[in-house]
């Protein structure tokens, strides 16, 4: 990938924080992104779901909101795109000013709330891209979707039963999204009753759909809940059946060591920062699980060095998104190679036997 790249969101950041994401997606969504594929390292491959990932690396949900960029993103040398969340019906979010980079700390506070075109809107585009060239050139890398209740609804559960009814056909996985600290309805699911409630119910439609190749549930945890309750939770979590958990979302919490002008901001936090809250808790989920559901690692990933500490702290993948605003679109082919040397230097000839090591050899 070439520096034109990397000079190019180093001049996105002289925008205004929400204007030069959308700036970003316009110029990856219109054709300005790398052309070609990046070269991809060995081993970095693996099959989660039915599904082949040529490597463990991609933005999280909440960049692409709309599926506006998904052959742009694929374009980045990502092993698969997550888009959204989406709601059933568009909706604005919260008021701007809503994002906030906390440049001094490698960090953002967002309080979006969940803004986007809708579910037709993104269905359409997701089906679009599915049966474009594009899709063949990508080599069908997986596709998932990222889902959340509109704000104002009065049944969030039947919000999420419509997305997966209209979703379970396009995509390979899709995330319920129960972790949200900005929108109303972003956490009303994490008491024992309801999420037993909702998994249970989402479970069975998308299994009742009939489809050859049904998408993978996961359910998207929040960073801010005590061992105690988390492992209540992961209970039911597995006991529903559910195929992965995405570990973890933005938090609330505002670490001493933040020095930015906007720190006190309302949001959710991310980047840098949430690197060794996030990985603790993975590490916990893991354990709690026995390793036996495969875990999406995300929060303040921004070298291949943390990537692996997820691998090894029990992830199968890994996202990120505020680390590609402070180093570039080249930062996902220096992830992939910087992980690649280190697995090799651990001794490890496959992306899989990393997977959970540290809980192996201790």
Not at 180 to 191: A, K, M, R, T
Request: proline content about 6%; glycine content about 12%.
């Amino acid at each position: 990938m070439t520096n034109i790249h990397d000079i190019g969101a180093r001049a996105l950041r002289l925008l205004p924080p929400e204007r030069g994401h959308q700036a970003a997606l316009w110029g990856l969504s219109n054709g300005f992104g790398p052309k070609g594929r990046p070269d991809q390292p060995a081993g970095l491959t693996q099959r989660l779901w039915g599904r082949a990932f040529e490597n463990p690396i991609a933005i999280s949900a909440g960049f692409d909101k709309n599926a506006v960029a998904i052959a742009g993103a694929m374009g980045l040398g990502v092993g698969f795109v997550e888009v959204g969340g989406v709601t059933p019906r568009a909706q604005t979010g919260n008021p701007r000013p809503r994002l906030f980079r906390l440049t001094a700390d490698r960090a953002a506070i967002n309080r979006l709330g969940f803004n986007n075109h809708g579910a037709e809107a993104i269905a359409t585009r997701i089906e679009a891209y599915r049966n474009s060239g594009e899709a063949a050139l990508d080599g069908s890398r997986p596709v998932g979707v990222n889902l959340a209740a509109n704000s104002d609804s009065a049944d969030p559960a039947r919000d999420f039963e419509q997305l997966v009814d209209r979703f379970s056909p396009l995509a390979d996985f899709l995330t319920i999204d129960i972790s949200c600290p900005n929108s109303e309805n972003g956490l009303v699911f994490l008491s024992p009753g309801p999420l037993e409630d909702l998994l249970g119910r989402l479970t069975a439609l998308r299994d009742g759909k009939g489809l050859a190749k049904p998408p993978a549930l996961l359910v998207k945890i929040a960073p801010d809940i005590e061992n105690r309750e988390l492992d209540i939770l992961l209970e039911i979590i597995a006991a529903a059946g559910i195929d992965g958990i995405t570990v973890c979302n933005t938090t609330t919490a505002r670490p001493d060591t933040l020095t930015s002008a906007h720190r006190g901001e309302r949001g959710g936090l991310s980047g840098k920062p949430l690197f060794a809250r996030s990985t603790e808790m993975l590490r916990h989920v893991y354990q709690v699980t026995g390793g036996n559901i495969p875990l999406i690692g995300v929060g303040g990933v921004s070298s291949g060095a943390d990537a692996y500490a997820k691998i090894r702290a029990g992830a199968c993948l890994v996202q990120l998104y505020t680390a590609m605003i402070y180093n570039g679109p080249g930062l996902i082919t220096r992830i992939k190679q910087e992980l690649a040397d280190l697995l090799a230097a651990d001794g490890f000839t496959t992306l899989k036997n990393a997977v959970g090591s540290e809980h192996k050899s201790a």
